[in-house]
């Protein structure tokens, strides 16, 4: 009996813990200034992205989660490119917006 409470305390503690991390990482992924996604890797479609992002791309964050990093790209579409692709994007912070204007 005194095990079972033992685990119980220490899954309790566990979700506290858990809990506040995901409050840190929200707070720091919503008020980092530079644009942050998080993607899939599988298929590097964006699954989320903080304001910043947002506003750098000027997507709504509902249009931002329709795309895939490859969207936000100004080279050309190249499918067996993609990986170099979102490298060099990422290197030389080459982007474009939804208004089609590139900026690095």
Avoid: H
């Amino acid at each position: 009996m005194n095990q079972l409470k033992n685990i119980t305390d220490e899954i309790i503690q566990n979700k506290k813990e858990l809990s506040q991390s995901e409050k840190i990482y929200g707070k720091l992924f919503n008020t980092f200034s530079d644009g942050v996604y998080i993607l899939d890797k599988s298929n590097y479609q964006i699954l989320d992205a903080n304001p910043s992002a947002c506003n750098i791309y000027g997507y709504s964050l509902e249009e931002i989660r329709e795309l895939k990093v490859t969207d936000l790209s100004a080279e050309p579409k190249r499918p067996w490119m993609d990986c170099i692709i979102i490298l060099y994007r990422y290197l030389t912070g080459y982007i474009r917006k939804k208004t089609a204007l590139f900026f690095p």
